[in-house]
T-cell receptor
Framework: AQTVTQSQPEMSVQEAETVTLSCTYD???????LFWYKQPPSRQMILVIR??????QNATENRFSVNFQKAAKSFSLKISDSQLGDTAMYFC????????????????FGKGTKLSVKP | ETGVTQSPTHLIKTRGQQVTLRCSSQ?????VSWYQQALGQGPQFIFQ???????GRGNFPPRFSGLQFPNYSSELNVNALELDDSALYLC?????????????FGSGTRLTVV
């Protein structure tokens, strides 16, 4: 069974600074996806960034980037130039890649990190 | 392009009652998944529906059941409600062929069991 661990329940950062959220996971699968989702007070889960395990290059989306260490099973999220609107819960998630003809994998989430961006 | 819509947004039920939550999938999506998010926790997978059939289920008892309709919308039914069923219930829609491309969540239904 896969597990996802986020060891930082809460973090805070000053506006315009950089913050890194940690995530580790455990799996025996070789083909999978990793995600960071943001959940603001509106409750809707919003995809921040995703990484495909077979790609060695770290994913980047504007101010958001990841440090994917497959051997260490580590997947951290770096937020640069933090903005007040980044204040939210952040969840790391794992999805097994679907084999041909098989069923979709479901998302396995960590417990989340509450990020507060201070002015 | 419409997103995922869930109803109702909030609900209060009494222990032992039954509840039905509804989800309209994003336009073009044919697969619906349901997640339970207890307070202070990450979402947990309940089950997934594709072609109107359950296709994958998490560690939830049979009193959690669902339906998917020809227009891809879905319902989550919970019988014999327990206090521990109090949670945010999230619906997510996606494309069966390429789930990673578009896993869109709704804003959830907050269920309180008293």
């Amino acid at each position: 069974a896969q597990t996802v661990t986020q060891s930082q329940p809460e973090m805070s950062v000053q506006e315009a600074e950089t913050v890194t959220l940690s995530c580790t996971y455990d799996t025996s699968e070789n083909n999978y996806y990793l995600f960071w989702y943001k959940q603001p007070p509106s409750r809707q889960m919003i995809l921040v960034i995703r990484q495909e395990a077979y790609k060695q290059q770290n994913a980047t989306e504007n101010r958001f980037s990841v440090n994917f260490q497959k051997a260490a099973k580590s997947f951290s999220l770096k937020i640069s130039d933090s903005q007040l609107g980044d204040t939210a819960m952040y969840f790391c998630a794992f999805m097994k890649r679907r084999n041909y003809g098989g069923s979709q994998g479901n998302l396995i989430f960590g417990k989340g990190t509450k990020l507060s961006v201070k002015p | 392009e419409t997103g995922v819509t869930q109803s109702p947004t909030h609900l209060i039920k009494t222990r032992g009652q039954q509840v039905t939550l509804r989800c309209s999938s994003q336009s073009g999506h044919n697969t619906v998944s349901w997640y339970q998010q207890a307070l202070g926790q990450g979402p947990q997978f309940i089950f997934q529906y594709y072609r109107e059939e359950e296709n994958g289920r998490g560690n939830f008892p049979p009193r959690f059941s669902g339906l998917q309709f020809p227009n891809y919308s879905s319902e989550l039914n919970v019988n014999a409600l327990e206090l521990d069923d109090s949670a945010l219930y999230l619906c997510a829609s996606s494309l069966w062929a390429e789930p990673v491309d578009g896993y869109t969540f709704g804003s959830g239904t907050r269920l309180t069991v008293v």
